[in-house]
């Protein structure tokens, strides 16, 4: 029998052989845990009666370096005026590249749309023309999110734009696990005894 301080190290050992053997066993990794694609659209208006952003602290900064705004973007169904809106992107984008452009935000995306209405995803990352953001967490639906979002813009004025976002993140719904116990994992875990007993009430 191990000792109790080699048995997570013989777990996430365990984990690291089995993935080697077969890479499809890493995705998912947690019993419950689902994954879901979503094709969405960013859209930021920077001026005028609808903009949906405001600078809060000012630089004089040639590059506008350490200028800061508070953001309330919509996400929405497609890239145009009157789409319907899923989420909405709350946070903040600062620009921190001394030699600029080089803004970086981080934000809550709320969805109000029937299917995750009240739901969210924490998502932070460099704010370029194309690129790639962090899913850093959620909450609701997409609880202990994680995942990347793969972004591009589609749609670029002076006084607005438009990034199509393909979001790709895998998450456990706590409607459907509410409970996770060791034992859920033993048919993955590749010891003989683990003298460990893991409970988490979600």
């Not at 109790?4 to 077969?22: N, R, W, Y």
Request: proline share 6%; hydrophobic share 45%; glycine share 8%.
């Amino acid at each position: 029998m191990a000792w109790p301080s080699l048995a997570v190290p013989l777990v996430f050992g365990s984990f690291f052989i089995l993935a080697m053997a077969d890479p499809s066993f890493v995705c998912p990794i947690l019993p419950c845990e689902r994954e879901i694609s979503l094709r969405l659209y960013l859209h930021q208006v920077i001026d005028g009666p609808d903009h949906n952003q405001v600078v809060t602290v000012s630089s004089r900064h040639p590059a506008w370096f350490g200028t800061t705004a508070v953001i309330d973007w919509t996400v929405t169904d497609a890239p145009q005026r009157g789409a319907t809106i899923v989420a909405r992107a709350k946070g903040m984008q600062v620009q921190a590249d001394v030699e600029g452009p080089g803004w970086f935000h981080y934000f809550t995306m709320v969805f109000e749309d029937p299917r995750f209405g009240g739901s969210t995803l924490a998502v932070m990352g460099q704010y370029l023309s194309e690129g790639e953001m962090a899913i850093m967490g959620g909450t609701g639906e997409f609880a202990m999110a994680r995942g990347v979002i793969k972004f591009r813009t589609v749609k670029n004025t002076a006084h607005e734009s438009y990034k199509q976002l393909d979001i790709h993140t895998f998450y456990v719904p706590t409607r459907m696990c509410n409970t996770l116990t060791f034992d859920a994992y033993r048919p993955y875990i590749a010891t003989a005894d683990l003298p460990l007993k893991w409970t988490t009430n979600v």
